[in-house]
Structure formats: structure tokens, C-alpha cells
């Protein structure tokens, strides 16, 4: 497979916004409506409609990139190294359209956020870390992917630790609390941390750090759940 248009992911990927957000608006506005057995099911819904759009994205820059990587092996093959070289150079972008599409994911929390709608973006800061782990970290190129990522994970931190929230006792519980009832299951979020830095650890140290001083942080909120 021969990739010669640069541009169409970012093509793909905007066909789906406008029904992604539509659909979010109407289960968030249904839930009053409609009712549920628990605050886990709606906010389990909420994942399950977010990573179900989310995924499309991730896997079409990822069919990209194999086939910009297939055009690699046939390149050094039949024209060698050199020809071979300048197949990534000019046409790897697996970074770049990560970024692109972390970026976008994140603009859209902040809007939930703002518009009121907490446990929305909430989705979306969810699924996005569990989708922002590369398939393969050693085609990144510095420094696009890096950059979103330091992005997604002082949002973290700005929610997990607003202010001088964790420095009493009771604020500290409370805001666990409230970070439960907005989505937050910090367990799971330690999990999806943990392939993340796994992940990168041997390719970028210094973003594996940054998700470490992440899980430091969820590590701490977690000694206030009841």
C-alpha cells in the first residue's frame, strides 16, 4: 500500500464529531430522564459511548502508520536503505497524528468542563488515557506526541489536585469523594497510568516520569476512600 496523501486522517476523524457530541449531550440530558440503577452505570455508559468513537480515531492513524511502515520494508527490499529512509521521512506521522488527536480529545473535556458537564469530560479524560498509549512507541518522532501528553497530564493533575486540597485530612476526603461521584475511579486510572509509562519507559524516560509524578498523586488520594 502506497500512502501518497497526507491529510486524510485528519479527514476521517472530523466526519464523527458532530454526532459523537450530539449523542454525549443526549445521554448526559437523558440520564435525568430516563433514570438509572446506579451512578456507576451512567458513568460506565458515558465510557462506553466516548471509547466507542475515540477508538475509531486511534485505529485509523494506527492503519496509517503499518501502512507507511509496510512501505518501509518493501522500500528497503527492492531500492535499499536510503529509499527506505526517506519513506519515514517524509511519510511517518504516527506521532504527529497521535497529537493531533490527543489535542482534539482534550479541547472537548475542557469545553464539557466548562459548559458544566463534569462527568463528560470526565469520560473523555478517561478513555483518552487509556487510548493515548502508542502501539509503537519507537516510530515517535520529538516532539508533537510529547508535548499533548505533558498537556493530558497536568489536566490531570489539576483535577486530581486542585489548589491545597490534600492538605487536610477532611478536604482530602471530600474531594475524593467528589472526584467518584464526577467519574474519577482512581483505580482504574492507576491501571491505564501504569501501561502508559510502561509503555513509554523505554523510548521517552522523561514523559515516563511525568506519568509517574501522575500516579504519585492518584496513589495519595487513594489512602482518603472510605
Known sequence: ????????????????????????????????????????????????????????????????????????????KLRGQAAADHVLQTKATYGDDLATIVGNYLGKADQFFSDGHPQTGVAVLMELTKMTAPRDPSSLRCCSFQKQLNHLLNFWQRILQPGGVLRSYSSARQHVKDLEVSGVDLNVLMHRFTKLRNTLQDYNPESASNIQDVMDTVTRLLQFRD
Open 1 to 76: 500500500m502506497i500512502i501518497s496523501q497526507r491529510g486524510r486522517l485528519s479527514c476521517q476523524r472530523t466526519m464523527t464529531w458532530p454526532l459523537m457530541w450530539t449523542m454525549l449531550f443526549l445521554s448526559w440530558h437523558l440520564c435525568g430522564v430516563r433514570g438509572w440503577s446506579s451512578t456507576t452505570d451512567m458513568i460506565q455508559a458515558h465510557y462506553l459511548l466516548v471509547g466507542r468513537y475515540m477508538q475509531q480515531h486511534f485505529d485509523k492513524a494506527w492503519v496509517l502508520a503499518s501502512a507507511v511502515r509496510a512501505e518501509y520494508e518493501h522500500a528497503l
